[in-house]
């Protein structure tokens, strides 16, 4: 009994499992440790207390505090409307990271199915596919979701992820495919087939799993992107309404000249939000990348 | 090559009838029509019926979209009811402004990348190399508008050193020297900023171009031969590395429509980005129809001349 | 009535080309090939690269698209079936080329062993197990092994999992496609031989796809000759070896080693000789094209592809 498990223990030696090859790789890089340790302790803050904040409280207009400067009632200050600037960074900063990681996830989905089902059968059905992923991918993605976002009627976040869902799956599915066309040449696809193995398991049980880790890499990349996209649509005016504010509503208080040259505390720390997170997904993405492609580990 | 390029050009035309369709989807769908905007509220309701329907607002909607792309084809847009001028008239002004931010953003772009990159991949893995991947890194992870705004604090604001918005002095006279000048100068700021953040792509390609090419065996045989470092270099990596480079500035057009949005937006520079926005606001839906089709019409012709060039320069394209 | 029976068989591939990607013109892969199986035997198919010998092997289990013509196994059509629960999958099962990449690198062994288990019969976990670890038994690997991953096998291992795959379903017809060409030619022998004691324990038929003569030799009773996607010659394993009647089995036969050092000399004159005959009666041998004509029967069981006399 007791030499059994110490084989079991020595297999584990050998093969490393994903998981610890991911965590040898983070704990070298210390930069993207630090990153990771820096997403959770600020997911972790801004979903904690945006539970006790109230929402309604913090965008309500108090008309006998505005611009008030930072000090002892308000941290950061106050914006035009007399409202708490740092309330609305934490609940700005958590409604960014949800969208982000809402659409990133839909994106990923999409992608990854449109990818898969391109790549695996090929021919025809690749080829039209294809021309359809190159009108969307032509089409500048700015404009088109600015004009989206000002026609549609009934307007909610939820609109607002589908839209930019709907033009940012395509860089997924691209490489989906190229992966799923190079994977599926090997004989092991084939075997599966001449198993009895159902087409739709060889896609979702051989391909998918092989492809997998790109894809958690491309998607990491992906959701900082997107904390970007987002920020700069609310930005110009056509992200999250005014009701709900992100990290771009914040920061487009600064359109106006007057909030840009003397009253930094409304748009600074948003912007300084927006960078450390995407360059905390960043870092982590690519020490991902690293541990997926043995070529390039560090541990 | 011909070959490649006919079947290029083929594959367009649908990319451009799908596009101008869903424009158009799009203007039908937008809220309000050419004479909510620009008759007199007292007019008899009847008699704005009878316009509509002479209008042929009532008409089956193939029959209006032969219209609308009839009236695209020769120029014309429609009326902005807004500015009470035609569409075309208007985008015609800042059209132009457009045009030349584009191109001074392009030239700075490739004026930084290009010395950038060379550096990076032909020092790869030195201190150099390590300072312009981390440039490019930040570069890569900065949102344009949040740099942009802080370039027009810095250097607008705070320092004094550029204009803040517009695109040239007002009162200036067209076509003297000083009006060309100013004309450069507010220009200036804007172009920088998108530059410096939309280089980090091409300063990387061309790293990871150089440092690929350093490792081919032809390079190996001409060091073999005795040839000169720099003439290895000149000769041989850089011809190889720069000329997909060029080919890339079509699809940078994409690029550049999507920044041009932002920056016109933030250093109030009156081209075809800030009409957009102010249209959408505005709800002077004509306007958002034509500029928005035109924008697409650039992305898909840069992307066209993109892929023409690229098979001339790197002939496996032409045999997918 | 064969156990299976090809018949006519011809598999082409378009070659797009022109404006607008229309096929110009084919690849004819195979092109028109007729042959027959008999239980319990091994029947080998060889012919050099490129010749058609595996796109016939994948168009009978039906990996390729069959262009025209008609595959019978006992007694019932199975010509162009791609659906994956037909019962003949259960029946024809395959052995492939290269062990490293036939393999799901991502799936542990009990994974990859059991798969067919899993599309065709309802088994409990358990059961399962106990399946998995009788055939890794069967094909002699440890069965404590099931939990490892396939890149923890050496190559002959691997392509050990590989046949415990194919004869979980315990099928019929096993095709094997140059099953040792990609191992150490010590290993060979060891997997050659291990197929051959299976072949009895589990009253198995083989077709057998190879370049290697010697390992035909060793292993077949008929053996089927391609050239270019057609047949040059075909018979029992004896007349081919002993009495070869087309120019191009001939040169074949000639080019096995012989490891008698003392014959070195000899063999070298004897392959020069037959080279020789080659070129100069190429003409007589093939068309135009350099195609193999039809076959003509020498004997009840030796064909070989000759001109009409005349």
């Not at chain 1, 009994?1 to 983070?26: C, Q, T, Y």
């Not at chain 2, 769908?29 to 905007?37: I, K, Q, R, V």
């Not at chain 2, 507010?186 to 980090?200: E, G, K, R, W, Y």
């Not at chain 2, 709800?283 to 840069?302: C, E, K, N």
């Amino acid at each position: 009994m007791e030499a059994n498990v110490e084989v079991k223990a020595k297999e584990v030696i050998k093969s490393p499992s994903g998981f610890s090859v991911v965590w040898r790789e983070l704990i070298k890089d210390k930069l993207a440790l630090i990153s990771l340790i820096f997403l959770i302790g600020v997911t972790a803050f801004v979903y904690g207390t945006a539970i006790f904040l109230d929402q309604e409280e913090i965008v309500k207009v108090d008309l006998f505090s505005i611009y008030e400067p930072p000090g002892e009632e308000f941290i950061l200050g106050t914006d035009y409307g007399g409202r708490d600037v740092f309330g609305q960074l934490i609940i700005g900063t958590r409604n960014s990271l949800s969208i982000a990681i809402l659409v990133t996830l839909m994106t990923g989905i999409i992608g990854i199915i449109y990818g898969l089902v391109s790549g695996y059968f090929g021919g025809h059905i690749d080829n039209i596919m294809m021309r359809i992923l190159d009108f969307f991918l032509i089409l500048p993605f700015t404009m088109i979701v600015i004009a989206f976002v000002a026609i549609v009627p009934k307007y909610s976040v939820w609109t607002f992820s589908l839209i930019m869902t709907a033009f940012l799956w395509m860089g997924i599915a691209r490489l989906v495919r190229s992966k799923a066309l190079a994977e599926k040449e090997l004989d092991y696809i084939q075997a599966a087939r001449t198993l009895g193995t159902s087409n739709f398991k060889v896609v979702f049980k051989h391909l998918l799993p092989n492809v997998s880790s790109i894809i958690i890499v491309n998607m990491t990349i992906n959701l900082a992107g997107n904390i970007g996209l987002e920020s700069g649509l609310s930005f110009l005016g056509f992200g999250f309404p005014e009701s709900t504010p992100s990290l771009g509503t914040l920061l487009s208080y600064a359109r106006n000249p007057q909030t840009l040259e003397f009253r930094w505390w409304i748009w600074v720390p948003a912007s300084l939000m927006i960078l450390l997170l995407m360059l905390a997904v960043n870092n982590v993405g690519t020490a991902l990348r690293r541990a997926v492609d043995a070529r390039q580990r560090r541990g | 090559m011909w070959k490649f390029s006919v079947r290029r050009i083929l594959i367009m035309i649908p990319q451009l009838f799908v596009l101008s369709l869903l424009i158009f989807v799009l203007a039908k769908m937008m809220p309000g029509d050419a004479l909510s905007g620009q008759i007199d509220p007292n007019i008899d309701p009847a008699r704005i019926e009878e316009l509509r329907i002479e209008m042929g607002w009532y008409d089956p909607w193939h029959e209006q979209y032969a219209r609308w792309v009839g009236g695209v084809m020769q120029g014309d847009f429609g009326m902005s009811f807004r500015f009470k001028m035609p569409v075309t008239e208007l985008i015609g002004q800042r059209i132009v402004n457009s045009f030349w931010l584009s191109v001074a953003t392009l030239i700075l772009t490739y004026l930084i990348a290009i010395p950038l990159g060379i550096t990076s991949g032909r020092y790869n893995d030195t201190f150099r190399d390590q300072l312009i991947t981390g440039y490019s890194y930040v570069g890569f992870a900065t949102p344009l508008f949040i740099f942009a705004l802080v370039m027009l604090w810095v250097f607008g604001f705070q320092l004094q050193w550029f204009p803040t918005s517009g695109s040239v002095e007002p009162g200036m006279e067209p076509g003297t020297f000083d009006y060309f000048m100013s004309k450069f100068y507010h220009l200036l700021l804007p172009a920088l900023s998108m530059a410096l953040i939309t280089t980090f792509n091409t300063i990387l390609y061309l790293r990871n171009e150089i440092i690929d090419t350093k490792q081919k065996d032809f390079i190996l045989l001409a060091r073999s031969k005795g040839a000169s470092e720099s003439r290895v270099y000149n000769q041989h990596i850089f011809r190889n590395s720069l000329l997909p480079i060029a080919a890339f500035f079509g699809f940078e057009i994409t690029g550049l429509i999507g920044g041009s949005i932002f920056i016109e937006n933030i250093f109030g520079y009156p081209g075809m980005g800030q009409l957009l926005i102010e249209s959408i606001s505005l709800r002077d839906f004509s306007v958002v129809t034509a500029t928005t089709l035109l924008f697409g019409i650039a992305s898909i012709l840069g992307a066209l001349i993109s892929d023409i060039i690229l098979s001339l320069v790197d002939p496996r394209i032409r045999i997918k | 009535m064969g156990f299976l029976k090809i018949e006519d068989l011809k598999v082409h591939f378009p070659i797009k080309g022109g404006l607008f990607g229309r096929t110009i013109d084919h690849v004819r892969a195979v092109d028109g090939v007729s042959f027959t199986l008999e239980k319990g035997k091994t029947y080998g198919l060889v012919g050099e690269s490129g010749s058609g010998k595996s796109t016939t092997g994948r168009a009978i289990i039906g990996l390729n698209h069959v262009t025209s013509g008609k595959v019978y196994f006992e007694d019932k059509e199975i010509t162009g079936v791609t659906k994956a629960k037909s019962d003949f999958r259960k029946d024809i099962q395959m052995i492939f080329q290269d062990p490293y990449s036939s393999l799901n690198p991502k799936k542990r062994v009990i994974d990859l062993v059991a798969e067919p288990l899993r599309n065709f019969e309802k088994l409990s976990r358990k059961e399962e197990r106990i399946r998995v670890q009788e055939l890794l038994e069967l094909v002699g690997l440890n069965p404590e092994s099931i939990l490892k991953y396939p890149h923890e096998f050496s190559g002959g291992q691997r392509q050990r999992i590989g046949i415990a795959r194919a004869v979980a379903l315990k099928p019929k017809l096993i095709i094997a496609d140059e099953p040792v060409s990609a191992l150490d030619v010590s290993v060979q022998a060891q997997v050659l031989n291990f197929m051959k004691e299976i072949q009895d324990e589990l009253d198995l038929t083989y077709m057998f796809i190879s370049h290697d003569l010697g390992v035909i030799k060793h292993m077949c009773d008929h053996i089927g000759i391609m050239y270019k996607g057609r047949y040059v010659e075909e018979g029992t394993a004896k007349e081919i070896f002993d009495n070869p009647q087309h120019i191009y089995t001939k040169r074949l036969v000639a080019a096995i080693p012989d490891i008698d050092p003392r014959k070195r000399e000899e063999m070298k004159q004897f392959r020069a000789e037959v080279n020789s005959e080659y070129e100069q009666s190429y003409n007589d041998y093939f068309n135009e094209e350099g195609l193999a004509y039809g076959l003509k029967p020498i004997t009840d069981t030796h064909l070989v592809a000759l001109p009409e006399k005349g």
